[in-house]
């Protein structure tokens, strides 16, 4: 008769190793199960197939067999460059552009359920918006209206999400890309404006310089023309100054020949005493006054001068 209470030391190793395996099953399942979510993300959970709750920053224990973990949301503002894009422009122009969103989750739910493939969504819907963006406008207006672009594609896109959880902050068109007979025409528009703005910069540095240059002639003429006039001014200052010297010395002679109470006939006498010592010097010719041509008088009234001494 078999006796279930005598001990088996095989049977009681087996159970030893039963119970260390079901101890870490369930200790596995137990660490799996807590779960630490961080203050950038939020953990979506589903139980039994359908939504349950969505977990924000601190601990959390998962529901083993019931509870899945659908989907992790990053909370943090993201970046997506969006590949470029075709796009034809009101006056038939096709081009290609790329753009930039900046966008963030503020409902992880809607994040996660609104729309399968939030990202794959969000770039179509940029193309399609830009491609009906483009189509209103040609292409000058394409190339010279950033960032009216952008403000229209932004704030379509964050209406156009708001369902799927998303916020879109801004929109920044990166390139725009023109064909290539265009960016050579534009390319060639934009020289003939450098050399244009470069013949229009000379032009105006030869007229500065010729201005300067004129100004320059004309004040060294002022100039010259303000010696001269000092020149003469001192000149005509100096032969003043020996007109006036030569009258005040004439002036003088005649107030002192009336002092002496002199004849004509004394003063006829003295020039001829000057006439001879005029004729006393190296002179080769004498110019005789007309006073004093008539030597007869001048004789007899050296005569008289002498019989009254």
């Known amino acids: 008769m078999f006796n279930i209470f005598n001990?088996?030391?095989?049977?009681?190793?087996?159970?030893?190793?039963?119970?260390?395996v079901i101890v870490a099953i369930i200790l596995i399942i137990f660490i799996k199960s807590v779960k630490v979510v961080k203050q950038t993300d939020k953990y979506v959970i589903q139980r039994l197939g359908g939504y349950h709750a969505t977990w924000g920053v601190g601990i959390h224990f998962l529901l083993p067999f019931f509870d899945k973990i659908e989907r992790i949301v990053n909370l943090k503002e993201q970046v997506k460059d969006f590949d470029p894009q075709p796009v034809i422009t009101k006056d038939n122009v096709t081009m290609q552009i790329d753009t930039v969103v900046f966008f963030q989750v503020t409902d992880p739910k809607l994040f996660c359920y609104g729309v399968d493939n939030p990202?794959?969504?969000?770039?179509?819907?940029?193309?399609?918006?830009?491609?009906?963006?483009?189509?209103d406008l040609d292409l000058d207006q394409t190339l010279t209206s950033r960032d009216i672009i952008?403000?229209?594609?932004?704030?379509?896109?964050d209406e156009a999400t708001d369902p799927w959880g998303i916020k879109v902050n801004r929109v920044e068109v990166k390139n725009i890309l023109?064909?290539?007979d265009i960016r050579e025409a534009m390319e060639k528009q934009m020289r003939a404006e450098r050399e244009k703005r470069e013949a229009i910069l000379?032009?105006?540095?030869?007229k500065q310089s010729a201005i300067l240059k004129a100004q320059?002639?004309?004040?060294?003429?002022?100039?010259?023309?303000?010696?001269?006039?000092?020149?003469?001014?001192?000149?005509?200052?100096?032969?003043a100054e020996s007109v006036?010297?030569?009258k005040e010395a004439e002036a003088?002679?005649?107030?002192?020949?009336?002092?002496?109470?002199?004849?004509?006939?004394?003063?006829?006498?003295?020039?001829?005493?000057?006439?001879?010592?005029?004729?006393?010097?190296?002179?080769?010719k004498i110019i005789v006054p007309s006073e004093l041509q008539n030597l007869t008088s001048i004789l007899a009234s050296v005569n008289s001068v002498k019989n009254e001494e």
């Open 252 to 284: 003088l002679g005649i107030k002192l020949l009336n002092e002496a109470h002199a004849t004509q006939e004394t003063i006829q006498l003295r020039a001829l005493e000057t006439l001879g010592v005029v004729a006393d010097g190296k002179a080769t």
């Open 178 to 180: 023109p064909p290539k």
């Open 244 to 246: 006036r010297i030569k």
């Open 150 to 157: 952008n403000t229209k594609m932004r704030s379509i896109l």
């Open 119 to 135: 990202i794959s969504a969000l770039e179509n819907l940029s193309a399609t918006t830009l491609r009906n963006i483009i189509g």
């Open 7 to 20: 001990a088996n030391p095989e049977n009681d190793f087996t159970g030893l190793i039963i119970t260390i």
């Open 202 to 206: 000379k032009a105006e540095g030869q």
């Open 216 to 239: 320059g002639e004309k004040e060294a003429a002022i100039l010259t023309a303000e010696g001269q006039k000092e020149q003469m001014i001192r000149i005509a200052e100096g032969e």
